[in-house]
């Protein structure tokens, strides 16, 4: 799991409570990964874009959506987190607010197109760390454009322009700031149920199931 830098999270948290509440969002926050109307159990995973941990976890994540698709009871949301030392991932951060602003609607519907361009991005990390390390901060935001075009649809120039928008720097700020306020230090993380869960990133998928059906058959 990638370690958060103590040092900015303290100066970070310090420049939130001098800068004033921020605006409260239009709704919670959150990519839906798996949709429940009325959810026995909550799982939160914090990711950042362009960890290798955070790619390594996506296919049992990938597994345990699939197994409990269509059935009641679990929803999956997914915040991103983006670490200090992954210096792109604030702009890959950003595209993906794009990419839910131009594709989705109503919250009871999940973030498909988001849930793309995660995955795309999980495999071509290196592209955005090592192969980007030259490169200027337009330049990568380019790239990056583009490669948001490629995965989602989503034109460049829509996701340029998010560069630039301050709604979107806004629901950037707040998802992180919502990840340090829960106590996330790192990638991936899970909260379940409102608790932070600091073993569940050993869990494969035979012990996430095995979590998930026990909650789920607990009386309320």
């Not at 409570?17 to 939160?44: H, I, M, N, T």
């Not at 928008?165 to 340090?180: G, I, L, M, Q």
């Not at 829960?182 to 494969?204: E, F």
């Given at each position: 799991?990638k370690?958060?830098y103590?040092?900015c999270?303290?100066?970070a948290?310090f420049a939130?409570?001098?800068?004033?509440?921020?605006?409260?969002?239009?709704?919670?926050?959150?990519?839906?990964?798996l949709?429940?109307?009325?959810?026995?159990?909550v799982?939160?995973?914090f990711y950042?874009?362009?960890?290798?941990d955070?790619?390594a976890?996506?296919?049992?994540?990938?597994q345990?959506?699939?197994?409990y698709s269509?059935?009641?009871?679990?929803e999956i949301?997914?915040h991103?987190f983006?670490?200090?030392n992954h210096h792109?991932?604030?702009?890959?951060?950003?595209a993906?607010?794009v990419?839910r602003?131009?594709t989705?609607?109503?919250?009871?519907?999940?973030?498909?197109?988001?849930v793309?361009f995660?995955?795309?991005?999980?495999?071509?990390?290196?592209?955005f760390?090592?192969?980007?390390?030259?490169?200027?901060?337009?330049?990568?935001?380019?790239?990056?454009a583009?490669?948001?075009?490629?995965?989602?649809?989503?034109?460049?120039?829509?996701?340029?322009?998010?560069?630039?928008?301050?709604?979107?720097?806004?629901?950037?700020r707040?998802?992180?700031?919502?990840?340090?306020?829960?106590?996330?230090?790192g990638?991936?993380?899970?909260?379940?149920?409102?608790?932070?869960?600091?073993d569940a990133?050993?869990?494969?998928f035979d012990?996430?199931?095995k979590?998930?059906?026990?909650?789920?058959?607990?009386?309320?």
């Amino acid at each position: 799991m990638k370690s958060f830098y103590i040092a900015c999270f303290v100066l970070a948290s310090f420049a939130c409570a001098v800068s004033g509440q921020e605006a409260v969002p239009e709704r919670p926050l959150g990519f839906v990964y798996l949709d429940d109307a009325r959810p026995k159990v909550v799982l939160e995973v914090f990711y950042d874009h362009l960890c290798d941990d955070s790619a390594a976890s996506w296919p049992t994540l990938k597994q345990i959506e699939s197994e409990y698709s269509g059935k009641q009871g679990l929803e999956i949301l997914i915040h991103i987190f983006p670490l200090v030392n992954h210096h792109n991932a604030f702009f890959m951060q950003k595209a993906g607010e794009v990419v839910r602003n131009e594709t989705r609607g109503d919250r009871n519907e999940t973030d498909d197109a988001f849930v793309t361009f995660l995955e795309q991005a999980f495999k071509q990390q290196e592209e955005f760390l090592t192969g980007a390390v030259d490169m200027t901060e337009p330049q990568v935001q380019a790239k990056i454009a583009e490669f948001t075009e490629t995965a989602t649809k989503v034109s460049k120039e829509k996701v340029m322009a998010g560069f630039k928008s301050e709604r979107v720097d806004t629901k950037s700020r707040n998802a992180w700031r919502y990840a340090a306020s829960r106590g996330i230090t790192g990638t991936p993380q899970y909260i379940i149920n409102g608790v932070h869960d600091y073993d569940a990133v050993k869990l494969d998928f035979d012990g996430w199931k095995k979590m998930i059906d026990d909650l789920m058959t607990r009386p309320s």
